[in-house]
């Protein structure tokens, strides 16, 4: 998947893996594969777990299994994320290539499937783009970043396969409703801008121009970059769905932020704040023209992202306050429980 790993704090490959079921099943999967495997931990916690394989000779794939734990199913479906990749193969969207969805839970303990690693860079902050991306191709990165983003919302869901993936109608309303329910859920303490928020924000749901695959979690930091700033392949379609396109241009725009501005707000770093990446400005009018779409009310679907992060960052404290989660993502957490409730989006065109 990527040339550098990721930071984690999640169990060990025994607890997550039975590693001679999966060299056996893998073996099956994909031919001239061979043993013994060495497996390193890539990203873990509460998203899927991400493994990197390597056989003897070097070649590497990745294997992909829900986190451990009592987790929601629908959240962290590998077999559903699984028929995304593979139906995007031959689609204008880079996405790696699939081997195999294994949903038997004998083999390793829960359902897996295993792709393509793509050597690449994973650019989670300023530090890493700094590090990582030259100067000249940070720019680049932000013109393909949105040349991918717009390719993936022209995907036609049915002629690709995947139109019976969720509704097609709706989106935002069901996501609200949907999110509302879950904050209810998990809620520990009284958030009353979250409610507010969530009252106007129903009130004024824009019109959905067009049903498009929506990826759900679009960062700069869910891509593979190459080291001229293009865009090696798409990952983590945990929470792919159809629905409306410019529900992923507000979320990605919640931490496209310009140097200096404060990124408080964020669950992840803002990579953008590099010298060198586009503006929000230049990034939203690069996407109208790719797209097509009217974004007037571009300024709804930032907020809207805005609202979503809150709610999830109110998840992560009903976790962290009832002490459901180990000790390095508890610390995490608490710096998340001194935070105000509701995250300070930027505006599009400061």
Known sequence: MTSETRATTAPSLDE????????SWLQSAIPGLVAPLDVALIAGGQSNLTYRVRDSVGRAWVVRRPPLGNVLESAHDV????RIVAALQSSAVPVPKTYGVCEDRDVIG???????????????????????VAPAARRRAS????????????VDPVAQGLGTLSRHDAYVERQLRRMHRQFEAAATRAVPTIVAAHERLSRRIP???RTSIVHGDYRIDNVVLRTDGTVAAVLDWELCTLGDPLADVGMTLTSWLHPGEDATHLLSGAPSQAPGFATRAAFV???????GLDLSDLPYYVAFGCWKLACIAEGIHARYAS??????RQDQAARWASKAPMPRCQPRSA
């Open 285 to 291: 009018d690069r996407y109208a023209v790719r797209s």
């Open 323 to 328: 002490g459901a989660m180990g000790s390095n």
């Open 207 to 209: 019109a959905q121009q």
């Open 110 to 132: 829960a359902p897996f499937y295993a792709m393509e690693f793509v050597e690449g860079l994973i650019v989670r902050d300023v530090a890493d783009a700094v590090r990582l």
């Open 79 to 82: 077999a559903r994320e699984f």
């Open 16 to 23: 997550g893996l039975d590693l001679p079921a999966l060299t």
């Open 143 to 154: 013109d393909d970043v949105v040349d991918v983003l717009a390719a993936m919302h022209a």
